[in-house]
Structures are given as structure tokens and as C-alpha cells.
């Protein structure tokens, strides 16, 4: 990773006297040198990356070439949503981080499925597996906590009078993720990080990414958006609607999943000392702090999410597929106790968006 000056003033502690990740990393390397499994993904997760293209790509094909009820058609554009949000989450999320197969190329091709989604590799390489997985929930530097001045979500960034309503009105908000990947966030983005020299390669070609941004964008609009209005008998305003609203389901999942694991009130959001930019923790103890597990006993929550409900799992070891979470999560846990660390969990999901939207109403209050 490349880093701007501002990214270099931040250091996490060192000093880890118990060797706590040390230890957790050599129990974790035994569990699958004694079951002889390798740490990328499985025929599960083959079999699950199938049933969701099926899930985004089947009712695709059939608005464009059948002739349905256009109530009918609404539907399918919801389980388009419902499928995109499952490729995000099981597919190409694994896949930029490495852990889909053992194979780069594979990992790259499914990683790539984000062009699909709208959205753009290098940005959510560098926004996601730099920014967020590096400084989790520390104001400044990790975007995920930025909603620009709409949604206040941590007591470091500033208030506004608006906020105080925002645990109504935030998840109305939430479903407009993707869409915003195509309008205008992936431009701004990128515009960012090449102005900050922040990039995942050696080098940060920045032509090469434009062309990369705006090709794809191109060839995005073309297949959702151009070919339907071209093939259907259909208004156009029809179109777009059912373009919405997959978009809406989608980032309304992808949102939602995201927050309950790091904005809601058992989430420490840290910041650096002032004069040193030095962290308490290590990154590591850091990462248990500043994350929580959901509805991790729920096999569908934990099939449909990808594994994203085992954030603390994921965060220590982000280059595990998540297929491997479950059985994990029971040694991460078990050496978190043992070092009198927090191994912070939600039992459902009713109880994590319950507090999600506590905290949101907690940063909606004026500060004193």
C-alpha cells in the first residue's frame, strides 16, 4: 500500500506483552493444518456464487426477453436487488480480498463481479481493504464512518441540528448506497485517492484507472439501462424505477449488514493521541474493540451475508474466506476471553439494528 503524509502519522501500539495475536494466529493456523483445509473458499462457496448470479442475472433475462406483468416485473427487479446484494457480499467481497481460491486470477475475476454491481475495484480496494480494515472505526481515516454531513455517526465528527432526527430518517437513506456508486461517490473517489497517492498497486496509474473507471461505467450503463430501454416495450420511466429499486434493495441490505457490525453501541470508535497520532492498541486488540459479531448462530444470516455477521473474524483474518467463520469464530473467542479481551456479539439481528439505531439517535443529540 501507498500512503499520503496523513496516513503515516497514525501508529498502532506495539506492545502486546501476552502476544495475543501471536497465540490466536497459531491456533488458527493448526485448526486447518489438523482438518488439512485450505484458508480460501470451497465447493459451499462455489455452489452459493451460482445460486447468486442466479439470483441477480436469471430474473434479469427474463424482464428483458419474456413478456410479463409489469407487477411481475417489479418483483423480479426486487430479487435483482436481493441478488446483487448477495454478490457483493459472498462473491466479490471475498474476491478483493484475496480468499475466494487460491488461484489470483480466479480471485481477480470474481473480485471484478463489482463492475456488475456498479461499482469499481481500485476504489473499494482502497476505501474498504485500506482504509477501513487498517484504521476500523477511527474517525478521519476510515471513510466508512463519513456520510458527509448528513449522518452523524461518531461523537468526533460534527453536529448539525438535523441530526436530531436522523434514527428515522437514516435508513431511508441507506438503500441509496449503490446507486450512488453510479452517480457520482466512484468519480469523487477516485479523484481522492489519486490526489492522495492512496492505491493497493506499486504504482498508481492513474490514467490506466480512469480508463478503467469510465470504460466500465460505460459498458454498466449499456447493460442495465440502454439494452432495456432498447428492448423493451416499456416507458422509460418504467425503466428506471425498476433500475431504482433493484439499486434501493441492494444498497439497502449491503448498508444495513455493513452498519450493525461497526455503528451501533458496543463499537469503540478510538482516536490517536494528539501530539504522537499513536494508538492504545495494537491492531489487532484494536479490531475487538471496534467491532461486533451478529446472529452469528443463524445459518441463514450466516449463508446470505457471506460471513459478514463474523466482522470480528473477518477483521483479524481478512484474507479467510468467510466460509470458514463458523468454526473459527469458536478459537478467536475463546483466545479473546482467555486474554481478558472484549468479544463483542449480538445475539439476533432484531438486537443489532436495535442498537444501531440507538447509537444513531445517542449521536443525534446536541453535544455539551
Same mark, same amino acid.
Given at each position: 500500500?501507498?500512503?499520503?503524509?496523513?496516513?503515516?502519522?497514525?501508529?498502532?501500539?506495539?506492545?502486546?506483552?501476552?502476544?495475543?495475536?501471536?497465540?490466536?494466529?497459531?491456533?488458527?493456523? %493448526?485448526?486447518?493444518?489438523?482438518?488439512?483445509?485450505?484458508?480460501?473458499?470451497?465447493?459451499?462457496?462455489?455452489?452459493?456464487?451460482?445460486?447468486?448470479?442466479?439470483?441477480?442475472?436469471?430474473?434479469?433475462?427474463?424482464?428483458?426477453?419474456?413478456?410479463?406483468?409489469?407487477?411481475?416485473?417489479?418483483?423480479?427487479?426486487?430479487?435483482?436487488?436481493?441478488?446483487?446484494?448477495?454478490?457483493?457480499?459472498?462473491?466479490?467481497?471475498?474476491?478483493?480480498?484475496?480468499?475466494?481460491?487460491?488461484?489470483?486470477?480466479?480471485?481477480?475475476?470474481?473480485?471484478?463481479?463489482?463492475?456488475?454491481?456498479?461499482?469499481?475495484? !481500485?476504489?473499494?480496494?482502497?476505501?474498504?481493504?485500506?482504509?477501513?480494515?487498517?484504521?476500523?472505526?477511527?474517525?478521519?481515516?476510515?471513510?466508512?464512518?463519513?456520510?458527509?454531513?448528513?449522518?452523524?455517526?461518531?461523537?468526533?465528527?460534527?453536529?448539525?441540528?438535523?441530526?436530531?432526527?436522523? !434514527?428515522?430518517?437514516?435508513?431511508?437513506?441507506?438503500?441509496?448506497?449503490?446507486?450512488?456508486?453510479?452517480?457520482?461517490?466512484?468519480?469523487?473517489?477516485?479523484?481522492?485517492?489519486?490526489?492522495?497517492?492512496?492505491?493497493?498497486?506499486?504504482?498508481?496509474?492513474?490514467?490506466?484507472?480512469?480508463?478503467?473507471?469510465?470504460?466500465?461505467?460505460?459498458?454498466?450503463?449499456?447493460?442495465?439501462?440502454?439494452?432495456?430501454?432498447?428492448?423493451? %416495450?416499456?416507458?422509460?420511466?418504467?425503466?428506471?424505477?425498476?433500475?431504482?429499486?433493484?439499486?434501493?434493495?441492494?444498497?439497502?441490505?449491503?448498508?444495513?449488514?455493513?452498519?450493525?457490525?461497526?455503528?451501533?453501541?458496543?463499537? %469503540?470508535?478510538?482516536?490517536?493521541?494528539?501530539?504522537?497520532?499513536?494508538?492504545?492498541?495494537?491492531?489487532?486488540?484494536?479490531?475487538?474493540?471496534?467491532?461486533?459479531?451478529?446472529?452469528?448462530?443463524?445459518?441463514?444470516?450466516?449463508?446470505?451475508?457471506?460471513?459478514?455477521?463474523?466482522?470480528? %473474524?473477518? !477483521?483479524?483474518?481478512?484474507?479467510?474466506?468467510?466460509? !470458514?467463520?463458523?468454526?473459527?469464530?469458536?478459537?478467536?473467542?475463546?483466545?479473546?476471553?482467555?486474554?481478558?479481551?472484549?468479544?463483542?456479539?449480538?445475539?439476533?439481528?432484531?438486537?443489532?439494528?436495535?442498537?444501531?439505531?440507538?447509537?444513531?439517535?445517542?449521536?443525534?443529540?446536541?453535544?455539551?
Amino acid at each position: 500500500m501507498k500512503q499520503s503524509s496523513a496516513f503515516k502519522t497514525l501508529r498502532f501500539s506495539r506492545k502486546d506483552p501476552k502476544k495475543f495475536f501471536q497465540t490466536l494466529n497459531k491456533r488458527v493456523n %493448526e485448526h486447518f493444518q489438523k482438518n488439512k483445509a485450505l484458508k480460501t473458499g470451497n465447493w459451499q462457496l462455489y455452489v452459493k456464487t451460482v445460486i447468486m448470479f442466479s439470483l441477480l442475472l436469471t430474473p434479469y433475462f427474463l424482464i428483458l426477453l419474456t413478456e410479463l406483468n409489469p407487477w411481475l416485473k417489479l418483483l423480479l427487479a426486487i430479487i435483482m436487488g436481493v441478488g446483487m446484494a448477495g454478490v457483493g457480499m459472498n462473491v466479490m467481497h471475498d474476491g478483493n480480498h484475496g480468499s475466494f481460491s487460491k488461484y489470483d486470477w480466479v480471485n481477480k475475476l470474481m473480485g471484478a463481479s463489482i463492475y456488475i454491481l456498479a461499482g469499481n475495484v !481500485h476504489n473499494w480496494k482502497v476505501q474498504h481493504n485500506i482504509l477501513h480494515h487498517t484504521y476500523t472505526n477511527i474517525q478521519g481515516h476510515d471513510e466508512d464512518l463519513d456520510a458527509g454531513r448528513v449522518i452523524r455517526f461518531s461523537k468526533h465528527s460534527d453536529w448539525a441540528p438535523f441530526h436530531r432526527f436522523q !434514527h428515522y430518517y437514516a435508513v431511508l437513506l441507506y438503500g441509496l448506497l449503490t446507486i450512488n456508486w453510479v452517480i457520482s461517490s466512484d468519480f469523487r473517489q477516485i479523484s481522492r485517492y489519486l490526489k492522495k497517492k492512496l492505491t493497493y498497486r506499486k504504482e498508481l496509474q492513474p490514467l490506466r484507472q480512469w480508463i478503467i473507471l469510465i470504460g466500465t461505467k460505460i459498458l454498466y450503463s449499456g447493460i442495465w439501462i440502454v439494452l432495456p430501454l432498447w428492448k423493451m %416495450e416499456l416507458p422509460w420511466w418504467q425503466i428506471l424505477l425498476g433500475f431504482f429499486i433493484m439499486h434501493y434493495t441492494a444498497g439497502l441490505i449491503l448498508s444495513l449488514t455493513f452498519q450493525l457490525a461497526h455503528v451501533v453501541e458496543d463499537a %469503540e470508535m478510538p482516536l490517536p493521541e494528539t501530539d504522537t497520532g499513536n494508538m492504545k492498541n495494537t491492531w489487532a486488540i484494536h479490531q475487538l474493540f471496534t467491532t461486533v459479531n451478529f446472529s452469528t448462530k443463524n445459518r441463514f444470516i450466516n449463508w446470505f451475508t457471506g460471513g459478514l455477521n463474523h466482522q470480528i %473474524e473477518h !477483521h483479524i483474518f481478512p484474507h479467510i474466506s468467510h466460509i !470458514h467463520y463458523t468454526d473459527i469464530a469458536k478459537i478467536v473467542k475463546k483466545t479473546a476471553l482467555e486474554f481478558n479481551l472484549p468479544y463483542n456479539e449480538y445475539k439476533s439481528t432484531r438486537s443489532a439494528l436495535f442498537s444501531h439505531f440507538k447509537h444513531l439517535k445517542k449521536m443525534g443529540v446536541q453535544p455539551i
